[in-house]
Nanobody, 127 residues
Framework: QSQFVESGGGLVQPGGSLRLSCAAS????????IGWFRQAPGKEREGVAC????????YYADSVKGRFTISRDNAKNTAYLQMNSLTVEDTGVYYC????????????????????WGQGTQVTVSS
């Protein structure tokens, strides 16, 4: 079974920054679209940012445009999410997942076609 290991979360003040990492274990990310998703207390999981297999194309939820940047380094088998200007609404558990053959908008807005999720990394924005 393939796995993702998410890391980089923590407790930050509003306006702060975090950089999340998503490391693939046991498989290559070369042919996969990657997405970051988050789940806040009392809410369903939502797409945050998605990136094409080559890294040439990205998609962001309106709520994070201009603040978050998704990237990937296929040589390191890792994807990243740089989060700046964090607000309390960004609080949640952040997960990464993979997909193939879909538009990034569809992947981010409807979720990836996968049954397997990592444990995620907790992001808490609070003063």
């Amino acid at each position: 079974q393939s796995q993702f290991v998410e890391s980089g979360g923590g407790l930050v003040q509003p306006g702060g920054s975090l950089r999340l990492s998503c490391a693939a274990s046991g498989f290559s990310l070369d042919y996969s679209q990657i997405g970051w998703f988050r789940q806040a207390p009392g809410k369903e999981r939502e797409g945050v940012a998605c990136i094409s297999s080559s890294g040439a194309t990205t998609y962001y939820a309106d709520s994070v445009k201009g603040r978050f940047t998704i990237s990937r380094d296929n040589a390191k088998n890792t994807a990243y999410l740089q989060m700046n200007s964090l607000t309390v609404e960004d609080t949640g558990v952040y997960y990464c997942a993979k997909d193939r053959g879909r538009t990034l908008q569809a992947m981010c807005e409807t979720g990836p076609r996968t049954k397997y999720w990592g444990q995620g990394t907790q992001v808490t924005v609070s003063s």
